[in-house]
């Protein structure tokens, strides 16, 4: 069925939240990399419906911001003060020269597990049914907080009941409100502004449109749905971290249903915007995110970070953190390396145990095994960089290049002050300070020169041992 062109959708976010106890507006509460908002603006855009609203308020500039920015196509409408959700709908029905269509999808700003089949779903019952209303709700097993569905004998919809206002005998209802809605367009605004703030919080409730479309003989709907995760609203802190990690898990299932194997799926976060291929091998405890790929036969982890990166086939990455690079195929870094934005590394590179390695190349071959600092390097193929080497990019006012030619040798703990070239095939000697650039296939060597002193260390503890004596 086509209902696009005869659809708005509105998204209520102008809440503040109390009981997030937060500054931050509540639909700019993040899950996995994401804000809340996002998932509630990714799903109804599938739909593909003429209008898309939000309404903001609290932090509206925030809000709005974000909406710009990340969803154009999104007209945002500003409730000044929060009095209710109804409330928040009479400020859709005001703006001027709208074209709504025949439906309205309302949803709330904070349940982003709601599936688009089930939104589909919804309009299509409302659609088929000829209802003034359709409601998505779902039997809970905890209904703690959520409106209750009040039905007749013959299961049909009476009415929705606050918790606040429910009796105890409600209270026990275990199906609820989801308040997500299709609605007739002209028996939505015609019923709206007649809403009062009648109850125990005195807020204007949408859920008492539906006593009132009923008493005015209009025909009332409910969508049940068997998933009751669908309807999770996000209120505090913990309804939070619940919808995050169920989140997780589920993309952290789809991955693993499509060949990668997740050692300990519960303490892996994995953001959905990460691509991972066949046989990977993903250890506890990894923070896989933004837009990384992970290439076949690879194994990260545990105790990985690894943001914005692309890595090959058959590298293998254990306890390190990688922004931003791009990684080739068959490498193999860490224990404890930390690889910074803008490297890119060739395949068959080592980067062994406490590297820092920032903004650099390494082709394919190169070492970097132990304790070492690259910065702003280009390290040719074939290249052995000894324990402790740092290539001194800063001077204090500006960072200066290394370049390093194919199959050098250098020695351990070498300082290469930048700028500085090292030509092809050239070796340093261990401890140099090389400020020179060396050419091609020489040997460098800077050091003070070495003095052996016969019986100089029998001399020494001596007399040590006599200043002692005299203490
Ligand atoms: C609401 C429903 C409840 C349902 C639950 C499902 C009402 C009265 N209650 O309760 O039946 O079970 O959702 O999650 O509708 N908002 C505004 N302006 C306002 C008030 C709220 O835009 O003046 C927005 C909020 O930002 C939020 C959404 O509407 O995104 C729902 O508000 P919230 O306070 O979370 O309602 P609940 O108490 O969860
Ligand atoms: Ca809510």
């Known amino acids: 069925m086509n209902f696009s062109k005869d659809l708005s959708v509105v998204i209520l976010a102008a809440g503040k939240s109390k009981r997030m106890k937060s500054e931050i507006p509540k639909v700019l509460h993040q899950i996995l990399g994401q804000p809340i908002l996002f998932y509630m603006l990714s799903l109804v855009s599938k739909l593909n419906p003429k ?30 003060n929060q009095l209710g959700t109804a409330h928040a709908v009479c400020m859709i029905k005001r703006r001027k020269g709208e074209d709504f269509g025949k439906n309205i999808l309302i949803l709330p700003g904070d349940s982003p597990l709601v599936n688009i089949e089930t939104l589909r779903k919804l309009v ?37 009941v606050e918790e606040t206002d429910a009796s105890p005998e409600e209270r026990k209802i275990c199906e609820v409100n989801s308040s997500i809605y299709c609605f007739d367009t002209k028996s939505l605004f015609e019923n709206i502004e007649k809403i009062n703030t009648k109850n125990t919080q005195k807020e204007y409730y949408l859920t008492d449109i539906i006593e009132m479309l009923i008493k005015n003989g209009k025909k009332v ?94 590298t293998r990455i254990n306890a390190s953190v990688i922004l931003g690079s791009v990684i080739g195929d068959n490498n193999n870094i860490g224990p404890y390396s930390y690889i910074r934005p803008g490297t890119v590394t060739g395949s068959n590179v080592k980067i062994g145990a406490f590297c820092e390695i920032k903004k650099s190349e390494i082709a394919r071959g190169s070492k970097v095994p132990h304790l070492s600092y690259i910065g702003d390097t280009e390290i040719g193929s074939g290249v052995n960089i000894g324990a402790s080497s740092v290539t001194v ?36 000697a261990a401890g140099s300070v090389i400020y020179q650039d060396v050419p091609s296939n020489s040997l460098a060597i800077e050091r003070g020169e070495q003095k052996n002193i016969k019986d100089g260390a029998v001399r020494y503890r001596n007399r040590k041992k006599l200043k002692n004596t005299k203490e």
């Open 51 to 80: 209008n898309i609203f939000t309404v903001v308020g609290y932090e509206k500039e925030l809000v709005s911001e974000y909406i710009k920015n990340n969803f154009p196509q999104t007209k945002t409408v500003t409730q000044e």
């Open 124 to 160: 299509e019952n409302k659609i088929n049914s000829g209802s003034a209303v359709c409601v998505i709700t779902s039997i809970v097993p905890d209904p703690e907080g959520y409106g209750r569905i009040i039905k007749d004998r013959n299961e049909n919809i009476i009415r929705i």
């Open 221 to 314: 709907n409910c969508f049940k749905t068997p998933d009751y995760l669908e309807v999770m609203g996000i209120n505090d802190r913990l309804q939070l971290s619940e919808v995050e990690n169920i989140m997780q898990r589920k993309i952290n299932e789809s991955l693993m249903k499509n060949g990668v194997t997740i050692r300990d799926s519960g303490s892996c976060y994995i953001e959905s915007s990460v691509v991972i291929d066949k046989d990977v091998i993903i250890e506890p405890s990894c923070f896989i995110k933004g837009k990384t790929r992970i290439g076949k036969n690879s194994t990260v982890g545990p105790f990985c970070q690894v943001m914005d990166t692309d890595i090959g086939e058959g």
């Open 393 to 428: 990019n800063y001077d204090g006012f500006k960072k200066s290049k290394t370049i390093i030619g194919d199959d050098v040798f250098i020695g351990s703990d070498t300082m290469l002050i930048a700028p500085v070239k090292i030509g092809k095939g050239a070796i340093i």
